[in-house]
């Protein structure tokens, strides 16, 4: 996976076109993220920067090369002409208009009686030049009075929406890292001490599971005040604690920082504790020759019911040459060792039960993810932790308050190492109603089926609730909004649905679906012969025009039709105003079956009450689709902390509508976000395809959630 890092306050006409450039790519095989800082320039005093798969840097212009070479094997038969367009394209980024003018008289003259600008079908080419144009602000005068160039970037636009939702993502991201954090009020003046020379912080998470909301939260919390806080930007280290083998894996590790990409959190360093086994096992050898560690081989149910009575182990008294030889069987995988831990000697009977001599070593003879089987022993999060953060030079470990019991046996583990003391602030966890954000039982939901996978909508990982149709701009100010409290609350689901309407609602086309159970014919008169009109498919003109089919057979749900009677006057939305002439009634059921109807577009629609969506009853016009909904997974409010997940699932959890659409649909693309009018938002998860129903799942907002 690329990541392209983008200066969004850079020249809009040098850095758009590399962004949609991103999008192309991966729409066609290439797996891009886009992160966006808000500055004019890069660190490198770059505006752009792309970091490839296979770890190269790339830099502004030749990013835009390296996208054509990617795809260039199938993708692009005029590579030649791809070339040179690419390079022409640095003539339209002025801002004077005297030398724009003979640039811009070349692309109308090659535009003549051309749809695409290199060869039959949609090119880089194509896109490069379309996101300069869209971009410079000097040029939108002669672009208007080119027929041509006006024709060409008209049809580029409409015939691929995906462009859109690439600018308008541009245009958020533009300003949303501060506004967002400012427009929600959270105080982020929390004191930290000791921040002159620069924070280093770190988020340190388990590659045994996809990044879920929580995660998120503390990966944004902690990306803020590495780099927003102090006086000057410090460091974000993500480092991937993966001490156990039996739960870790690459895919896990990969799609963690794929996530963390998207939500636009660049680690500044990523490391993992796998690199420091070899230290760890030597730094661990030290309290157990200075007797604060010991070995003890007592059965875990029985050791968990003395740790809970403050009873001590039997082991407690293990001499320092026993445990030290233990600890060597253990490492080398020998018999006789895999029955042992090692403990740290803290407490036996402490009010902190975290302090009641918590296990720091472990045997695992299960094959590690990056080590393979060089370890047989692993240390656990309380012995690495703090070793970790402490030679990482982290300053400020940020992490959630139900580890606040913890900090007590943190600081003692650091002392006890001989290590720096590191300095901790908690924060509340993110919870919400209705909702299990512990990995272990989110594994168990994913491993029971009764969900699709790690990035079902119904789960609240960062793959599922963007998958349902959240904006990642709407997931980050929802987050930031927060704020580092340290006030536990179940939130609700809803006040995250409502910020993420905001941002969809203005990039939402409006588009027209009936159900297809017991749909209503409706026979118009008044209409001569089937007609068709371009009509705004939203109020903001730059998402461009669809097709409205009019004809004499027309199709309601039933819903609507049961509200109707006859001789009222309605308004079919996108048409005028009709009369219910006659209302046919099925006798078993009390259904509506047909309807008669007669124009009378000479009135005004603002006098009638009821507006209703109708679909024109043309095979043409009548794309199929499957409208998706979804319940909470879990009945309770709350669950509780050892309460089964599986007796507490909702089901169902989701409904299907089979419905009818209009024939736009049939060009809407994976991940556009639209609206049917009267039935909600929808993100299009599998695109209409011969004849192959679309699939579109049903956007919360934030009323309904």
């Known amino acids: 996976m690329a990541t392209l890092t983008v200066a969004s306050r850079a020249n809009a006409a040098l850095v758009l076109p590399a962004v949609l450039s991103a999008a192309y790519a991966t729409r066609h095989g290439l797996q891009v993220s886009v992160v966006f800082e808000d500055v004019v320039s890069l660190d490198s005093g770059n505006s752009l920067k792309l970091v490839t798969a296979d770890g190269d840097c790339i830099a502004d212009e030749a990013i835009l090369d390296f996208f054509h070479k990617a795809m260039n094997v199938s993708f692009s038969r005029k590579r030649v002409e791809v070339d040179e367009w690419l390079k022409r394209r640095a003539s339209l980024v002025f801002d004077d208009y005297k030398a724009l003018c003979k640039p811009m008289e070349e692309l109308e003259s090659h535009l003549t009686l051309r749809s695409y600008i290199v060869g039959y079908s949609l090119t880089l080419a194509d896109i490069v030049i379309w996101g300069t144009l869209r971009g410079n602000p000097a040029i939108v005068g002669l672009r208007r009075n080119s027929l041509n160039i006006t024709r060409w970037f008209s049809f580029i636009e409409d015939s691929n929406p995906w462009i859109t939702g690439a600018v308008a993502g541009f245009q958020n991201h533009a300003r949303q890292r501060k506004a967002a954090a400012s427009a929600a ?41 590495a780099h927003e806080y102090g006086p000057r930007r410090g460091t974000l280290i993500c480092r991937f604690d993966d001490t156990n083998p039996s739960k870790e894996s690459q895919e896990f590790q990969d799609s963690i920082l794929y996530d963390l990409s998207l939500l636009g959190v660049v680690p500044d360093r990523i490391s993992h504790s796998s690199d420091y086994f070899r230290q760890m096992y030597e730094a661990c050898v030290k309290p157990i020759k200075a007797g604060r560690a010991y070995a003890d081989n007592t059965v ?113 583990m650091q002392d006890a190492l001989g290590l720096r003391r590191v300095e901790i602030w908690d924060f509340s966890r993110l919870n919400f109603v209705r909702t299990v954000l512990s990995k272990r039982k989110l594994t168990s939901i994913v491993e029971s089926g009764a969900v699709w996978g790690w990035d079902d909508p ?66 118009v008169d008044g209409i001569d012969a089937n007609s068709s009109t371009e009509m705004p498919k939203h109020k903001n003109p730059e998402l461009g025009m669809k097709k409205v089919v009019f004809s004499k057979e027309i199709l309601l749900s039933q819903d609507d ?125 599998r695109p209409w395809c011969n004849g192959q129903p679309a699939i579109m799942f049903n956007i919360p907002t934030g009323r309904d959630a």
């Open 300 to 412: 875990l149910e029985v050791m968990r019911d003395q740790r809970r009575r403050g009873i001590a182990s039997a082991c407690r008294t293990t001499s320092i040459d026993k445990s030290l030889a233990v600890f060597e069987a253990m490492k080398s995988g020998a018999e006789d060792g895999r029955q042992w831990c090692i403990r740290a000697k803290i407490s036996v009977d402490g009010v902190n039960k975290a302090l009641r001599d918590p296990v720091i070593y472990r045997c695992n003879h299960q094959p590690h993810h990056r080590t393979g089987t060089a370890w047989k022993v692993y240390p656990t999060y309380d012995f690495c932790a703090p070793f970790m953060d402490s030679i990482e030079q982290v300053t400020h470990a940020l992490r959630t308050n139900e580890y606040r019991d913890r900090n007590a046996q943190y600081h003692w």
């Open 458 to 523: 119904r789960m609240p990982t960062v793959r599922g609730v963007r998958r349902r149709g959240c904006t990642i701009s709407a997931l980050r100010q929802f987050i930031l909004k927060q704020g580092p409290s340290q006030n536990i609350v179940n939130m609700d689901w809803s006040r995250l649905w409502a910020i993420n309407k905001k941002h969809i609602d203005p990039i939402a086309a409006r588009y027209t679906a009936i159900p297809k159970a017991k749909a209503v014919t409706a026979w």
């Open 185 to 225: 009020g959270a105080n982020y003046n929390i004191g930290l001490a000791n921040t002159e020379n620069g924070i280093v912080c770190r988020f340190p998470p388990e590659p045994s599971g996809y990044l879920h909301i929580g995660h998120a939260k503390a990966a944004l919390l902690n990306s803020y005040f």
């Open 561 to 685: 039709a049961r509200l109707l009677k006859e001789h009222e006057v309605i308004t079919l939305m996108n048409w005028g105003n009709a009369t219910i002439t006659k209302i046919s009634t099925d006798s078993p059921t009390g259904d509506i079956s047909i309807l008669q109807l007669k124009l009378d577009l000479q009135s005004d629609v603002k006098n009638t009450e009821k507006k209703i969506t109708w679909l024109a009853k043309e095979p043409a016009n009548m794309v199929p689709v499957e409208l998706h909904a979804f319940d909470y997974l879990i009945t309770k409010e709350k669950l509780e902390k050892d309460e089964d997940v599986a007796s507490c699932l909702t089901s169902p959890s989701e409904t299907r509508t089979e419905a009818w659409a209009d024939c736009n649909v049939m060009d809407l693309c994976e991940d556009d976000i639209i609206q049917f009018d009267r039935t909600g938002y929808f993100r299009v998860d």
